[in-house]
């Protein structure tokens, strides 16, 4: 059995748990912007990580799962455009899909347009409060589409064996359903299936679970405690969309 595992937290119980802290990741070259924005987040319950460079952030977005990423725009190697466009392309990294805000000290109207329109969910202007970034916070997510028949025309070449796949997946995924709180005792195991996992993601355009997958491996991978419910989530929408997509 590989070493490189360690047997993460979970939360098998059948009661709710509580929501976990957002992980936020704040880069920022300017020292008292870092700390003021660091011990912000913190006051507001987050689970904040900060650091000094763009380099150092993308390394830190690419390796560990952050809820939301604070970018200077001017930062030594890299401000906040270009972190946010290598962490879009690398489909492997921890934070890929991470809501991400641009800071800036200057920034008038056509700096904000152009920044939404790189894929920036939101802009903020230093200084700022405590209410400005509570309401970061708060922000609610954007709705990632379950299924994309895109891809699983791509892969699969035909609408016919595409839905055969589904098919296919709609069982697997049931039983995965099944046997979730079990495979949460098995961290290698755990990860296995993921493996498995991602490549019928991939046939089925199942994009929204693939996302949750590698999630899940960064955080066994690192020793995390898993987010098993957010997963489980994901999954139970993935069967419900594969049946709505299987109804004539």
């Known amino acids: 059995m590989p070493t490189?595992?360690?047997?993460?937290?979970?939360?098998v119980s059948a009661?709710?748990?509580r929501p976990a802290p957002p992980r936020v990741l704040i880069a920022d070259d300017d020292p008292a912007s870092l700390r003021f924005l660091?011990?912000?987040?913190?006051?507001?319950?987050?689970?904040?990580?900060?650091?000094?460079d763009g380099a150092e952030a993308l390394a830190l977005a690419q390796r560990e799962p952050f809820d939301l990423l604070l970018l200077d725009c001017r930062m030594p190697g890299a401000g906040a455009r270009q972190v946010l466009e290598a962490l879009r392309e690398?489909?492997?990294?921890?934070s890929n899909r991470a809501a991400a805000v641009a800071t800036s000290a200057e920034m008038d109207a056509t700096d904000r347009h152009a920044l939404l329109s790189a894929g920036f969910r939101d802009t903020l202007t230093k200084p700022c409060d405590l209410d400005a970034l509570r309401a970061l916070l708060e922000q609610p997510a954007p709705v990632e589409a379950v299924l994309d028949d895109?891809?699983?025309?791509?892969?699969?070449g035909d609408a016919t064996i595409m839905q055969a796949l589904r098919g296919l997946m709609r069982q697997e995924l049931a039983m995965l359903d099944r046997e979730l709180a079990a495979l949460a005792l098995d961290p290698h195991g755990f990860d296995e299936r993921l493996h498995r996992l991602r490549a019928s993601c991939g046939f089925c355009g199942a994009v929204a679970l693939a996302t949750q997958a590698v999630t899940v491996q960064q955080q066994l991978k690192l020793g995390h405690a898993v987010q098993l419910d957010a997963f489980r989530g994901v999954l139970r929408d993935t069967i419900a969309a594969l049946e709505h997509s299987a109804t004539p």
């Open 15 to 17: 009661g709710p748990a």
């Open 38 to 52: 660091g011990d912000a987040m913190q006051r507001l319950g987050a689970n904040v990580q900060t650091c000094g």
């Open 4 to 11: 490189n595992l360690s047997a993460p937290s979970f939360d």
């Open 150 to 156: 895109g891809p699983a025309l791509a892969a699969s």
């Open 90 to 94: 690398d489909g492997s990294a921890a």
